[in-house]
C-alpha cells in the first residue's frame, strides 16, 4: 500500500537582527521564518523553511493547504496543481503561494528520502556543485563605506567571485563602497548591488544610478518592482548595467513578461515565493529557453539541489560563519546540515532529501 500524509506541522521563528537594516523602502528589525515538516504515515519527514516578509505563511499552510493533502499520497507535482486549484480564488500569487511553496519542498525532500539519493541527484544533475554569490556588504548604521569595502575584498579573496552589496540611499557613499570595493578585488571578481525595489520609475533609477561612478557591475539587481518588465527593460537599454530580476516572483508569467521585453540578463529565483521545486523547474526551463542565466535567491539549502541541474546557475548566501551570527540574515541558525562552502562553491551533502535538518523547537507556537 502506497504512503499517505499523515500530519503537517507547521511553525514561526523570529529572530531579532543586532541592528536594523534597510533596503530599499524597508526597515528590517527582525527576521521572521515559517517551516513546515510534512510526515508520512510511515514516519518518513520532509521540511522546509521560508521567510515570511511578515506575512501569515504559517496561517495559509494551516487553512488553505493542508486540508488538500493530509490523507494523500506524498506527489509532489499533482498535489501542487490540486492545492492550486483548490485556491484559485485566493491563491495564484503571494502568500498562499509562498505557503504551498513550503510543502511542495518538503514533498521533494520525501521523495528523494523514498529514493534514497539526494535531492539534486533524484532530479537528474551529475554533480552537487554549484558556485557562490555571497552577500557581503549592505548598508548598517556604524559602518562608512570603506570598511564595508573590506568585507566585500575579504569574501574576494576567499574564492568568492561573485560579491552582492545593498544599495546605499547617498549617492556619494554608495560612489565610496563601490570604488574602493573594485580597487581591492582580485581578477575576475565582480560586483552585484541589490536595489530592493526602491526605486518608482525606470528615470528615478537612470538618474541616481549616474551618480555611483564608472565601477562596472555584474548586474543591478531588482531595481523596480518586477512587475514592471517595461521599465526594468528600459534601465537595461538605458543604463550602464546588466539586470538581475526576480526576488520574492510568485508566478512564472512574471518571468515570461520581463523575458519577452528583453528586460532580464539574469533571472533571479526564490524557490520558496513561487511555490517550490514543482513550479520552479519549469522556470529554470523558461530562462534555459531564452539562455538566461538563473540566481538563486536565498535558501541556499534547497537551491543548491536546483542550481546544480542547470549550468552556470548560481546559489545566493550569506555568510553562517561569522562570529556572533550573520548580522544581515540569521537563517543558518534554523537548521543544522545544508550545503559546505569551499572556495566560493556550493556542495551539497551526499545523503538522501535535502540534507539538512531543522531546530524545531526554534519554532514552536
Known amino acids: 500500500m502506497m504512503s499517505r500524509i499523515r500530519v503537517i506541522r507547521v511553525g514561526t521563528a523570529t529572530l531579532p537582527l543586532p541592528a536594523p537594516l534597510r533596503l530599499g523602502q524597508m526597515t528590517i528589525q527582525e527576521r521572521e521564518y ?10 518518513i519527514i520532509g521540511k522546509a523553511y521560508c521567510l515570511t516578509r511578515n506575512g501569515p505563511v504559517a496561517a495559509c499552510v494551516e487553512r488553505l493547504i493542508a486540508p488538500v493533502i493530509v490523507g494523500r499520497q506524498p506527489d509532489a507535482e499533482a498535489l501542487w496543481d490540486d492545492c492550486s486549484r483548490a485556491n484559485v480564488a485566493v491563491g495564484r500569487t ?54 564595508l569595502a573590506e568585507d566585500v575584498i575579504r569574501y574576494a579573496r576567499a574564492g568568492y567571485g561573485l560579491l552582492k552589496i545593498a544599495r546605499d540611499p547617498d549617492p556619494a557613499r554608495m560612489r565610496r563602497l563601490l570604488e574602493h570595493a573594485a580597487a581591492g578585488l582580485p581578477d575576475g571578481a565582480r560586483l552585484v548591488v541589490d536595489g530592493g525595489y526602491v526605486w518608482r ?21 531588482d531595481p523596480l518592482v518586477p512587475e514592471d518588465a517595461e521599465g526594468c527593460a528600459a534601465i537595461r537599454r538605458l543604463g550602464p548595467y546588466p539586470v538581475g530580476v526576480g526576488d520574492e516572483v510568485s508566478h512564472i508569467g512574471t518571468f515570461r513578461a520581463l523575458l519577452d521585453a528583453d528586460a532580464l540578463d539574469v533571472l533571479r529565483l526564490d524557490v520558496l515565493a513561487i511555490g517550490g521545486v514543482t513550479p520552479a523547474r519549469r522556470a529554470q526551463a523558461l530562462a534555459v529557453e531564452h539562455n538566461v542565466p538563473v540566481s538563486f535567491h536565498v ?37 543544522t546540515g545544508g550545503p559546505a562552502f569551499v572556495e566560493g562553491m556550493a556542495v551539497a551533502r551526499d545523503g538522501p532529501g535535502l540534507g539538512f535538518d531543522l531546530d524545531w523547537s526554534l519554532f514552536l507556537r
Open 34 to 43: 515559517a517551516a513546515v515538516e510534512v510526515e508520512t504515515d510511515d514516519g
Open 94 to 147: 503571494g502568500l498562499v503561494v509562498k505557503a504551498l511553496g513550503l510543502v511542495d519542498v518538503a514533498l521533494w525532500d520525501i521523495a528523494a528520502q523514498v529514493a534514497g539519493v539526494p535531492l539534486w541527484q533524484h532530479l537528474g544533475a551529475s554533480t552537487p556543485t554549484a558556485p557562490v554569490m555571497m552577500v557581503a556588504a549592505y548598508p548598517i548604521a556604524g559602518r562608512d563605506p570603506e570598511s
Open 201 to 221: 520609475s525606470s528615470d528615478e533609477a537612470l538618474a541616481e544610478v549616474a551618480l555611483w561612478g564608472a565601477t562596472p557591475l555584474a548586474w543591478l539587481e
Open 299 to 335: 535558501y541556499p539549502e534547497v537551491s543548491i539541489h536546483l542550481a546544480t541541474c542547470t549550468p552556470g546557475s548560481l546559489v545566493e548566501t550569506f555568510d553562517p560563519d561569522l562570529p556572533g551570527g550573520n548580522p544581515l540574515d540569521p537563517a543558518h541558525r534554523l537548521s
